[in-house]
């Protein structure tokens, strides 16, 4: 039987690292943000509609999303992040549905939803959280500062901006709270390493 996981945590916890931990132990990644991505490749209708709300200033002059120029928009104004949100969730969400649906139908050990605003999404009802029954929820966690240093040194972008982007989402404590199991990111890549692992082991029964 499949185990159905979500997996989320908080801008610069390295969920990532902890997600390509799983796919090389044997599960079935489902990425919200590599979804994202496609669905916003230029010519794609996502990217059309984001022109439409946000203007010409987010597409550069090869017909690419300027990410960085919608996120300096987005970060800054909740009502700006709900009117892409308003764009981007439903037809990711129903993506995602579709994806771990054929992994599950293909009876891989285990299928995890990789998911950065997963338990927004609980709070408020909405998205694949609301959609999808988990069988266990996970939060890769590491403390406030250690998100503002990694997020300044992955964007290259000063303190100020961190804090920023960090304060944007849902406390990572919060998130900590929510989650059924919790993965401590801040120690060393080994230690990381152990906890998925055993991880794995307990929810796939291997």
Same mark, same amino acid.
């Given at each position: 039987?499949?185990? !159905?996981?979500?997996?989320?945590?908080?801008?610069?916890?390295?969920?990532?690292?902890?997600?390509?931990?799983?796919?090389?132990?044997?599960?079935?990644?489902?990425?919200? *943000?590599?979804?994202?991505?496609?669905? &916003?490749?230029?010519? =794609?209708?996502?990217?059309? /509609?984001?022109?439409?709300? !946000? +203007?010409? #200033?987010?597409?550069?002059? *090869? +017909?690419?999303?300027?990410?960085?120029?919608?996120?300096?928009?987005? !970060?800054?104004?909740?009502?700006?992040?709900?009117?892409?949100?308003?764009?981007? =969730?439903?037809?990711?969400?129903? /993506?995602?549905?579709?994806?771990?649906?054929?992994?599950?139908?293909?009876?891989?050990?285990?299928?995890?939803?990789?998911?950065?605003?997963? !338990?927004?999404? @609980?709070?408020?009802?909405?998205?694949?959280?609301?959609?999808? &029954? @988990?069988?266990?929820?996970?939060?890769?966690?590491?403390?406030?500062?250690? =998100?503002?240093?990694?997020?300044?040194?992955?964007? +290259?972008?000063?303190?100020?901006?961190? #804090?920023?982007?960090?304060?944007? =989402?849902?406390?990572? *404590?919060?998130?900590?709270?929510?989650?059924?199991?919790?993965?401590?990111?801040?120690?060393?890549?080994? #230690?990381?390493?152990? &906890?998925? /692992?055993?991880? @794995?082991? /307990?929810?796939?029964?291997?």
């Amino acid at each position: 039987m499949t185990a !159905f996981i979500g997996l989320s945590g908080g801008i610069g916890s390295g969920k990532s690292t902890v997600s390509k931990l799983l796919a090389e132990l044997g599960a079935t990644i489902v990425d919200a *943000d590599a979804l994202v991505h496609e669905m &916003q490749a230029a010519g =794609q209708p996502m990217l059309e /509609e984001i022109r439409a709300a !946000f +203007g010409d #200033e987010v597409i550069r002059a *090869d +017909g690419s999303l300027d990410r960085a120029a919608l996120g300096a928009i987005v !970060f800054r104004d909740p009502d700006q992040r709900k009117v892409l949100e308003k764009i981007v =969730q439903p037809p990711v969400v129903a /993506e995602m549905a579709r994806r771990a649906r054929v992994a599950i139908d293909a009876g891989e050990p285990m299928v995890v939803m990789d998911i950065p605003l997963l !338990f927004e999404g @609980y709070r408020s009802g909405t998205g694949s959280a609301a959609a999808n &029954q @988990y069988d266990a929820t996970v939060c890769v966690w590491v403390p406030v500062e250690v =998100q503002i240093e990694r997020t300044m040194e992955r964007d +290259g972008c000063d303190r100020g901006e961190a #804090e920023r982007r960090v304060a944007a =989402q849902m406390p990572i *404590d919060e998130k900590r709270a929510l989650a059924d199991h919790v993965i401590d990111n801040s120690g060393t890549a080994e #230690e990381t390493r152990k &906890q998925v /692992e055993a991880l @794995y082991a /307990e929810l796939t029964g291997g």
